[in-house]
């Protein structure tokens, strides 16, 4: 059983920066694959980016590319998602998730294990 905080949300203008963090319980953070997904009010969850066990590979919504980067720190059980440029359309929940089978189909959120309880990004225009 794993257990994931979100935490680092709030209310940014557009062009700033935001870091999200999230925090894994348990000892074996470093045999899930991670990924950060998104939801707007009113629209489906959204995948927006993934890493592997080990950080080598990671993988990106083509909406956020070249402007958000997702890390991860395996002694600190945390993974990291660096949102800059950020755009009001960009507002939504995001959610971390865990994965404890390999990297494929790491955009496929009906894949992931475990979810957090989500953090509130909001860009103003």
């Known amino acids: 059983q794993v257990q994931l905080v979100e935490s680092g949300g709030g209310l940014v203008q557009a062009g700033g920066s935001l870091k999200l963090s999230c925090a894994a319980s348990?000892?074996?953070?470093?045999?899930?694959?991670m990924g950060w997904f998104r939801q707007a009010p009113g629209k489906e969850r959204e995948f927006v980016a993934a890493?592997?066990?080990?950080?080598?590979?990671?993988y990106y919504a083509d909406s956020v590319k070249g402007r958000f980067t997702i890390s991860r720190d395996n002694a600190k059980n945390t993974v990291y998602l660096q949102m800059n440029s950020l755009k009001p359309e960009d507002t939504a929940v995001y959610y971390c998730a865990a994965k404890r089978t390999n990297f494929d189909l790491a955009y496929d959120s009906r894949k992931y294990d475990y979810w957090g309880q989500g953090a509130q990004v909001t860009v103003s225009s």
């Open positions: 348990g000892r074996t953070f470093g045999t899930y694959a």
């Open positions: 890493i592997s066990q080990s950080g080598r590979t990671t």
